[in-house]
């Protein structure tokens, strides 16, 4: 058994965005790098204001990547049999990530929906947002998050179509770099009937709907 902190196991096998298991998080390392990186930057990691914050960052750090530890069948695992064979929605799920090229955050909306297969099987309406966090909750880019969510979806539901539009602002682009606030980034991921034409402009009705 493995301690929980954070509501996050503390020694369970680390997976990348392909699945792979590669390790396990290291809250001492994290700690020791932080240290590092505030003596790199010119601070003083001594002076009082300091002196916690590697420890607490890298308590930080295994709750904004604790999606690396976790798998999509983790989260999809309650799933109704309700024989509903219409298009279900989840719209405005708030997204907190962190972009892989500048480890900085990236926030907005997911919107999640699906067409359940021939059976009707459905999952948790919570199911969904948490299936968004997994794949948020790691060094990401948003075309790989929103892909991932959908097919995650197509594997483990099977249902007929699914669409997922991600909308957020980075903030690689707002607070430095380029400096343009207020831009947002909208990414989505189709399959199945979700790409039919008319079946598209019903799901993309809904999102846009107020
Ligand atoms: N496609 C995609 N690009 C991203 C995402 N997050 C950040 N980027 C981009 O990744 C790129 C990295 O570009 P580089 O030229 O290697 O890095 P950089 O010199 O810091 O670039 P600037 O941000 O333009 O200053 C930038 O254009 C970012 O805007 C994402 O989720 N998807
Ligand atoms: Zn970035």
Do not use: N, W
């Amino acid at each position: 058994m493995s301690d929980v902190v954070d509501g996050v196991p503390s020694s369970i096998s680390r997976v990348t965005g392909a699945g792979r298991a590669v390790g396990e998080y290291d809250e001492k390392r994290a700690e020791a790098a932080v240290r590092e990186l505030l003596l790199a930057v010119g601070e003083d990691p001594d002076r009082e204001g300091l002196l916690e914050t590697p420890a607490r960052v890298a308590r930080a750090y295994r709750e904004i990547f604790a999606g690396l530890y976790q798998e999509p069948a983790d989260v999809l695992t309650t799933t109704f049999d309700l024989g509903h064979e219409e298009m279900v929605m989840v719209k405005d799920i708030e997204v907190y990530s962190t972009c892989e090229h500048h480890l900085v955050p990236f926030h907005g909306v997911a919107h999640v929906g699906y067409i359940p297969g021939a059976d009707g099987r459905i999952t948790g309406l919570s199911k969904l947002a948490r299936l968004v966090d997994v794949y948020a909750r790691r060094p990401q880019v948003q075309e790989r998050l929103t892909s991932q969510v959908a097919d995650a979806l197509v594997e483990i539901l099977q249902p007929r179509g699914v669409l997922v539009v991600v909308e957020c602002e980075h903030l690689c682009m707002s607070m430095r770099g380029v400096r343009k606030p207020g831009s947002r980034t909208v990414t989505s991921a189709v399959r199945g009937q979700m790409r039919d034409v008319a079946t598209r402009a019903e799901a993309m009705s809904l999102v846009l709907g107020r």
